[in-house]
């Protein structure tokens, strides 16, 4: 009798350290996938951050942010602008990142033909779609007569790179004043200085 009690006592001990050893497997196997798991999520936001960076350097380095002050020969002043030379106005377009909403002073006023114009950069890429603005002094023998949207053109502007010597077409014209502003962006950015052309519709006076 006693033989048998030792025999199921022992035996159960047997079941007992097996169960136990069962469990901790499970655990260890748990913990295994939750690690993989958390590495992968860590590999997707590593990805997030990396793409994220390339975009914004990309943007940063599409657009001449400031410039010489230097404008096309030929190009005349405006004899008496509706914004001043010198006065402050408010920008109501969005050319550049922070550029709408943004206090500007007027550096210089100047009377010629503003155009929209789809260019295929120089460096290669997708063409820019209804760039604004080139104007008449920035086109390659325009001539002072204004020229009709679907006219084929070659750029002498250098406002973004690649534009240069850009093959383009005239998507619309529109004879008015244009302006030479500085303006610090609404999203804090750095001053831009002698930023070429906002039309007098993209104005308001402070």
Request: net charge negative; with cysteine; proline share 3%.
């Given at each position: 009798?006693?033989?048998?009690?030792?025999?199921?006592?022992?035996?159960?001990?047997?079941?007992?350290?097996?169960?136990?050893?069962?469990?901790?497997?499970?655990?260890?196997?748990?913990?295994?996938?939750?690690?993989?798991?958390?590495?992968?999520?860590?590999?997707?936001?590593?990805?997030?951050?990396?793409?994220?960076?390339?975009?914004?350097?990309?943007?940063?380095?599409?657009?001449?942010?400031?410039?010489?002050?230097?404008?096309?020969?030929?190009?005349?002043?405006?004899?008496?602008?509706?914004?001043?030379?010198?006065?402050?106005?408010?920008?109501?377009?969005?050319?550049?990142?922070?550029?709408?909403?943004?206090?500007?002073?007027?550096?210089?006023?100047?009377?010629?033909?503003?155009?929209?114009?789809?260019?295929?950069?120089t460096i290669g890429g997708?063409?820019?779609?209804?760039?604004?603005?080139?104007?008449?002094?920035?086109?390659?023998?325009?001539?002072?007569?204004?020229?009709?949207?679907?006219?084929?053109?070659?750029?002498?502007?250098?406002?973004?790179?690649?534009?240069?010597?850009?093959?383009?077409?005239?998507?619309?014209?529109?004879?008015?004043?244009?302006?030479?502003?500085?303006?610090?962006?609404?999203?804090?950015?750095?001053?831009?200085?002698?930023?070429?052309?906002?039309?007098?519709?993209?104005?308001?006076?402070?």
């Open positions: 009798m006693k033989s048998k009690k030792l025999l199921i006592g022992i035996v159960s001990l047997v079941l007992m350290l097996a169960a136990c050893s069962n469990n901790n497997d499970d655990k260890s196997t748990d913990n295994s996938d939750m690690d993989h798991g958390n590495m992968q999520m860590d590999d997707k936001n590593s990805n997030t951050d990396d793409s994220k960076t390339d975009d914004s350097s990309m943007d940063m380095g599409d657009m001449d942010h400031s410039g010489t002050g230097e404008v096309p020969e030929g190009l005349k002043e405006a004899n008496n602008p509706t914004v001043k030379v010198g006065s402050n106005a408010i920008v109501h377009s969005e050319h550049m990142e922070g550029m709408n909403g943004a206090k500007a002073t007027i550096v210089g006023a100047f009377d010629t033909v503003a155009y929209a114009v789809t260019y295929t950069p997708e063409p820019v779609k209804n760039h604004k603005w080139v104007i008449q002094e920035e086109i390659k023998d325009a001539g002072t007569k204004t020229l009709e949207p679907g006219t084929k053109v070659t750029l002498n502007a250098d406002h973004m790179e690649g534009m240069m010597g850009a093959a383009g077409t005239i998507d619309s014209a529109e004879k008015t004043t244009v302006y030479m502003i500085d303006y610090t962006p609404t999203n804090g950015g750095e001053k831009v200085t002698n930023h070429q052309w906002v039309t007098e519709s993209e104005l308001s006076v402070k």
